[in-house]
């Protein structure tokens, strides 16, 4: 679990099945992420089972972003590997401009980097998303090229 001033990042549980299933159903939320399909709760049910496997083997981790013991939003690392990762976050709208996406992100960031020892972080981010990229570039990600509506950005310490 990471800790910070006003959220904790912790590892999936079963009790949240149905807040990650709302979330990875949610078609209005596809237009953010990379997966584009509807997932069965037994799917979910079995993704949350692994979730603990050690990134060096599943190349991936999520947190729940948690606030005062609920479930607001997720936060990822993916297509790890011991340079790099990909880094992705959602907070549901009931908690967006609270500060708790740049929260989670300062948290994961500094847990990539200090306990990861990777050195690049980057992100994908459509164009028209201008609440992401003001969070991403604020923190200090870079925008590398924009391909088909898709901006990619980096981060390095």
Do not use: P
């Amino acid at each position: 679990m990471l800790t910070g001033k006003n959220i904790q990042l912790r590892y999936l549980e079963q009790s949240d099945l149905e807040f990650l299933y709302d979330v990875e159903n949610d078609e209005k939320l596809w237009v953010y992420g990379s997966e584009r399909q509807h997932f069965s709760k037994k799917t979910l049910s079995d993704y949350i089972l692994n979730a603990k496997q050690d990134i060096e083997i599943s190349k991936q981790v999520r947190f729940v972003i948690s606030y005062k013991g609920k479930a607001v939003g997720m936060i990822d690392l993916y297509d790890y590997n011991d340079q790099s990762s990909g880094i992705g976050v959602i907070v549901m709208q009931d908690y967006q401009k609270k500060g708790f996406a740049k929260e989670s992100l300062s948290l994961l960031t500094d847990y990539a980097f200090s306990n990861l020892k990777l050195k690049k972080l980057f992100c994908s981010i459509t164009a028209n998303n201008i609440a992401s990229i003001k969070l991403f570039t604020s923190f200090g990600f870079k925008l590398k090229s924009t391909i088909k509506g898709i901006n990619y950005y980096i981060f390095t310490q």
